[in-house]
């Protein structure tokens, strides 16, 4: 055997000998990586996008009811359809009980172009005149940077109408009395908007 044969399979055995290393370390890493990628995965599964995915044929409002919440995606519905696009909207102070409805950046993304802007917990922070509406709000959560509440605005409103709006059935009314009076000792869920008399 000459020369370069020797090199020649002293390479193929080198070959040989760092394919079975990378093989071995791939079966290492993939096994202790494994159990990751499984159990993250199973995690996935249940999340609300892998769900969407799943249920590719929903409506756009059913998905948005899965990702947003039933009653908050549903009020969203409620207020752009009772308030116009080149209105001002006073809406809670930012914080828990209300998540999603105080958040100016978040709820601006479901009401644009209407202006929303952010009152205080027990009075108008805003003159009520430079807004055309207020919501009447009772919160998406139970948790509460405010001590206990129950609904805002925790302040009375003198308003040209009043809007309820019931998230369960979806249907509005128009109340008899256009004041809004905040009752604190009332504790049933209230949610709507009052147009301000201007």
Not at 54 to 74: C, P, Q
Not at 133 to 150: A, P, R, W
């Amino acid at each position: 055997m000459n020369k370069r044969s020797q090199i020649s399979i002293n390479i193929m055995n080198k070959n040989k000998i760092f394919n079975f290393l990378d093989i071995l370390i791939y079966a290492i890493l993939f096994l202790v990586l494994g159990q990751y990628i499984v159990k993250d995965f199973n995690g996935i599964k249940g999340s609300r996008p892998f769900f969407i995915l799943r249920n590719i044929n929903l409506s756009y409002d059913a998905k948005m009811e899965i990702m947003v919440g039933k009653t908050s995606y549903n009020y969203v519905i409620f207020l752009k359809e009772n308030t116009p696009e080149d209105s001002t909207i006073l809406i809670p102070p930012q914080g828990f009980p209300w998540p999603h409805t105080s958040n100016v950046g978040y709820f601006r993304y479901f009401l644009y172009p209407r202006k929303l802007v952010n009152g205080n917990e027990k009075d108008s922070k805003v003159d009520l005149k430079s807004v055309d509406f207020v919501l009447i709000d009772y919160g998406e959560t139970k948790i509460s940077q405010y001590g206990f509440t129950n609904v805002w605005p925790k302040f009375d409103v003198d308003g040209e109408y009043i809007i309820y709006w019931d998230p369960v059935s979806k249907k509005t009314w128009k109340a008899d009395n256009s004041k809004y009076t905040y009752d604190k000792s009332d504790l049933v869920e209230k949610w709507g908007i009052v147009k301000i008399k201007k």
